[in-house]
């Protein structure tokens, strides 16, 4: 009995130091640099929106299983509540409708006005983490107060802050807020000697629910990284510029759920090979895209004799940047012959650009619930788009003069 009542009184320490019982930080690497942000001393009073987050977090997932939890749908409802309370908020994905949107307008009239005006944005990264943008401005001037609160399976907490001056603000054509700058982290400066880059973009200006359902449904699970599929011209009739290995890693993924087992060797300078049976890969292949076996074999390589085709994973030379643009649909058409059109920009905060570029995808769906990507067309704009993250795979010669130069042949 000593020892179960010793283990309650511990338990109920642990609460109150993580900040249950008030707002007290637990875990805040991120601090403030002296003298860097004039609203730094101000003391921002979030205990009441995180008493009712927790309210509405606790209604909201009441009747979900842990896997439920974690649904676009509980994100939305968590935002819904949000807004009616008053509070402007939106998902870290931007694939919901900000509420209270008004306010971050009166915010950017105010910026450009040069008036004083204060503004506190929250933003949902999943149900139980929560970041909180605290705005103020002054002379034309956005200083920026981020506080991050996580769930730790009993209630809400304060898990860190960053303070900083915002070095560039735009609301674009495109309906969102883009603010960069950077923050002081003692950590971080220890190993880079230097402060932390801090990008956010937010979707200000609601979306059609049919744009994002077809955005989830068809672009989101491809995206820009480490595939070409929407990076360049192509069609049914001409796939020479479309990449099949990396159209196959993105298909695996979306019918298993999980990457191809073909990994690349734990040795940088080994370069793996595989061979994949003739119908696992072209399976795979033709169930996204309307191309026959002849035209796959004739972009690849293909062994006759063993009825495989020759795969390199791609390694250490062909990695490309984590900071990459996401797709977003703004538009589309259901054309006579049961495609539909999508008008889709390239939303790449990194670049502090909501549309890098634009481009249409044909897409075909099939009466048993599945689909087809039937082509690919980069729009003309007046600024020349930039796919600086991404990396070709090596061709055969490339790979094979690489590898060999490494093992020293």
């Given at each position: 009995?000593?020892?179960?009542?010793?283990?309650?009184?511990?338990?109920?320490?642990?609460?109150?130091?993580?900040?249950?019982?008030?707002?007290?930080?637990?875990?805040?690497?991120?601090?403030?640099?002296?003298?860097?942000?004039?609203?730094?001393?101000?003391?921002?009073?979030?205990?009441?929106?995180?008493?009712?987050?927790?309210?509405?977090?606790?209604?909201?997932?009441?009747?979900?299983?842990?896997?439920?939890?974690?649904?676009?749908?509980?994100?939305?409802?968590?935002?819904?509540?949000?807004?009616?309370?008053?509070?402007?908020?939106?998902?870290?994905?931007?694939?919901?409708?900000?509420?209270?949107?008004?306010?971050?307008?009166?915010?950017?009239?105010?910026?450009?006005?040069?008036?004083?005006?204060?503004?506190?944005?929250?933003?949902?990264?999943?149900?139980?983490?929560?970041?909180?943008?605290?705005?103020?401005?002054?002379?034309?001037?956005?200083?920026?107060?981020?506080?991050?609160?996580?769930?730790?399976?009993?209630?809400?907490?304060?898990?860190?802050?960053?303070?900083?001056?915002?070095?560039?603000?735009?609301?674009?054509?495109?309906?969102?807020?883009?603010?960069?700058?950077?923050?002081?982290?003692?950590?971080?400066?220890?190993?880079?000697?230097?402060?932390?880059?801090?990008?956010?973009?937010?979707?200000?200006?609601?979306?059609?629910?049919?744009?994002?359902?077809?955005?989830?449904?068809?672009?989101?699970?491809?995206?820009?990284?480490?595939?070409n599929m929407f990076l360049c011209d192509w069609s049914g009739d001409d796939y020479d510029e479309l990449d099949f290995y990396d159209a196959f890693d993105r298909f695996y993924s979306m019918i298993y759920g999980q990457p191809v087992p073909y990994l690349p060797d734990e040795n940088i300078n080994i370069g793996a090979v595989y061979q994949i049976p003739e119908e696992e890969f072209e399976n795979m292949l033709m169930k996204y895209?309307?191309?026959?076996?002849?035209?796959?074999?004739?972009?690849?390589?293909?062994?006759?004799?063993?009825?495989?085709?020759?795969?390199?994973?791609?390694?250490?030379?062909?990695?490309?940047?984590?900071?990459?643009?996401?797709?977003?649909?703004?538009?589309?058409?259901?054309?006579?012959?049961?495609?539909?059109?999508?008008?889709?920009?390239?939303?790449?905060?990194?670049?502090?650009?909501?549309?890098?570029?634009?481009?249409?995808?044909?897409?075909?769906?099939?009466?048993?619930?599945?689909?087809?990507?039937?082509?690919?067309?980069?729009?003309?704009?007046?600024?020349?788009?930039?796919?600086?993250?991404?990396?070709?795979?090596?061709?055969?010669?490339?790979?094979?003069?690489?590898?060999?130069?490494?093992?020293?042949?």
């Amino acid at each position: 009995m000593k020892k179960h009542a010793l283990c309650i009184m511990v338990l109920a320490g642990i609460l109150l130091m993580s900040g249950c019982g008030g707002q007290q930080d637990v875990h805040n690497e991120l601090v403030q640099k002296p003298d860097s942000v004039s609203a730094a001393d101000d003391d921002l009073n979030t205990d009441d929106i995180i008493k009712l987050y927790q309210e509405i977090y606790d209604e909201v997932t009441a009747s979900y299983t842990v896997d439920g939890i974690q649904s676009l749908e509980t994100i939305e409802n968590i935002i819904k509540r949000l807004g009616e309370h008053g509070y402007s908020a939106i998902d870290s994905g931007n694939q919901v409708d900000m509420v209270q949107k008004e306010q971050v307008l009166r915010f950017c009239e105010s910026i450009e006005q040069s008036k004083e005006a204060q503004l506190t944005i929250w933003v949902v990264d999943t149900p139980e983490k929560l970041y909180g943008y605290h705005l103020s401005t002054e002379e034309g001037k956005v200083d920026v107060v981020k506080e991050h609160y996580q769930y730790n399976n009993v209630c809400f907490v304060k898990a860190g802050s960053v303070r900083y001056t915002a070095d560039s603000w735009q609301y674009t054509n495109e309906g969102y807020l883009i603010f960069t700058g950077s923050s002081y982290s003692e950590q971080s400066y220890v190993l880079t000697m230097s402060d932390v880059p801090e990008v956010t973009a937010l979707r200000v200006e609601p979306l059609d629910i049919k744009c994002r359902e077809l955005n989830r449904l068809y672009m989101l699970p491809i995206g820009y990284g480490r595939n070409n599929m929407f990076l360049c011209d192509w069609s049914g009739d001409d796939y020479d510029e479309l990449d099949f290995y990396d159209a196959f890693d993105r298909f695996y993924s979306m019918i298993y759920g999980q990457p191809v087992p073909y990994l690349p060797d734990e040795n940088i300078n080994i370069g793996a090979v595989y061979q994949i049976p003739e119908e696992e890969f072209e399976n795979m292949l033709m169930k996204y895209l309307p191309a026959d076996k002849d035209r796959i074999r004739s972009h690849t390589k293909y062994v006759s004799e063993k009825k495989v085709y020759e795969y390199r994973p791609r390694g250490f030379y062909e990695a490309e940047y984590t900071n990459i643009p996401y797709p977003e649909v703004v538009d589309y058409v259901t054309n006579d012959d049961g495609t539909v059109t999508l008008t889709v920009n390239a939303v790449y905060p990194s670049e502090s650009t909501s549309k890098a570029y634009t481009h249409e995808v044909v897409v075909r769906p099939l009466e048993d619930g599945g689909f087809q990507y039937v082509s690919n067309k980069m729009l003309p704009s007046k600024d020349d788009y930039s796919t600086s993250w991404h990396t070709d795979r090596l061709t055969e010669e490339e790979w094979e003069k690489i590898y060999e130069e490494n093992s020293g042949g």
